[in-house]
């Protein structure tokens, strides 16, 4: 049962809860306008200490499509933070007005504080450089929907593999799945940390890594690409020797398999060239949708809404 | 060679890391008792080659989890009457509370007051912690 839990962490929820949210977000592609009154009546805060208009309205989406109803800020400026009030007690006055609070902030871990205090689920829109789990519902339930299920496939990661919060995020979740083969894709500047690698070998799930996106696009089920931010380098020409280094071309395309799926968590900059969009292989912006369902299920689920009959 | 009298009444601390000492030393505030504490350094050890070795000529309760969080490999010695009495082999504690502080500068933890942040034993060989919120490692 997930009614009353938070999300947090992607490791919150066992493999049988996201699951169960799977299939509820695919009943919900089905049949949307079915959900349409699921949560009437329910307040969702939405907290957005750092802006992100992409994940606001997603959640904000989500929340109105299910019949309930938002409230929140995009500025912490405009909120009581910025008279100094602690996350604590922000939490605890929300929590008396809101059934679920969604909440974005620069600072690592504060979505667990404000599920401490809040005394109703928080789901964690991303903490720094830390968490953003429902991203990871999001590519899960895209995986899922254009492959059936996990088993077997073989993941192609491509681009920032060393500060792609997203990507590391997706790696240890799909290795909770048995028989998921990985291949990290990056310049040698930017290979996947120790920390995820741990993890994998101690599972004994294969892995290799290259710099070579053309040698290795003919193998992949899934090719995930990632941008390389500029906010992670001190060095502009570092960043602008890297940004370009993969970029996916309809060129590059034809290597792959037939029906391969291209993802990315967006925004792209250049790494998939625009041509590529007409690529039924291109599930990026259809990735986007399926955020917008999978949110619709996770509030369904945690609020304990009836599915309509 | 510097010889140190045998302890007739109180604790040693002994298996010490070399280079260790101090910092149990300073942990357990040693440098505030009135008691005789005697802190050898580089002492020839055949089952280390060098160690640290701490006596205390005192009952004091000893803070076990601040000394399984420096060096879990540590061996306590309780002397009464010239003899041990009992000798206690730490194991580094699975959680902790109130003694570790998150290194990392992005956590909440180091921007909100919160006294009671837990930390979970990760890596018991290199005795690394990682902290509840932000998962960030971290040693004492």
Known sequence: ?309 | MINVSKLKEGIVIDHIRAGHGYKIFQQLGLDRLDDVVVLMRNVDSEKMGKKDLIKIESNLDLNLEVLGLIDPHVTINYVKNGERVNKVSLTPPQTVTGILTCKNPRCITNHERITDVKFHLVDAHTNQYACEYCDVRTRL
């Open chain 1, 1 to 309: 049962m997930l009614k009353d839990k938070s999300l947090i962490a992607p490791s919150d929820f066992t493999l049988e809860e996201i699951e169960e949210l799977l299939r509820l977000a695919e009943r919900i592609i089905q049949k949307p306008e079915r959900y349409a009154d699921a949560c009437r009546g329910k307040l969702m805060a939405s907290l957005f200490y750092e802006p992100s208009t992409r994940t606001k309205f997603s959640f904000d989406a989500a929340m109105l499509r299910l019949g309930g109803n938002t409230l929140g800020f995009s500025d912490p400026n405009t909120s009581s933070a910025a008279k100094g009030e602690t996350i604590a007690d922000s939490a605890r006055t929300i929590g008396k007005y809101a059934d679920l609070i969604v909440v974005r902030h620069p600072k690592e871990g504060t979505a667990k504080l404000m599920s401490r205090y809040a005394g109703v689920p928080v789901i964690n829109a991303g903490d720094g450089g830390h968490h953003h789990p429902t991203q990871t519902m999001t590519d899960l339930l895209t995986i899922r929907h254009y492959k059936g299920n996990f088993n077997g496939l073989t993941v192609g990661v491509c681009g920032d593999l060393k500060f792609g919060r997203t990507i590391h995020s997706l790696v240890t979740c799909l290795a909770r799945y048995e028989n998921v083969r990985f291949r990290f894709i990056s310049p040698e500047e930017l290979t996947m940390p120790a920390f995820v690698k741990e993890e994998l070998n101690a599972k004994g799930i294969s892995y290799t890594e290259t710099t070579d996106l053309e040698g290795s696009i003919h193998e992949l089920d899934v090719l995930y690409m990632s941008r390389v931010q500029r906010e992670r380098f001190i060095s502009e020409e570092e960043y602008l020797r890297l940004k370009d280094y993969f970029i996916l071309t309809a060129e590059k395309m034809q290597l792959a398999k037939a029906d391969m799926i291209v993802m990315h968590p967006l925004p792209r900059i250049n790494e998939i060239a625009t041509e590529v969009d007409s690529d039924p292989r291109a599930a990026y912006f259809e990735q986007v949708r399926y955020g917008m369902f999978v949110r619709m299920a996770l509030i369904m689920k945690l609020l304990g809404a009836q599915e309509p009959a």
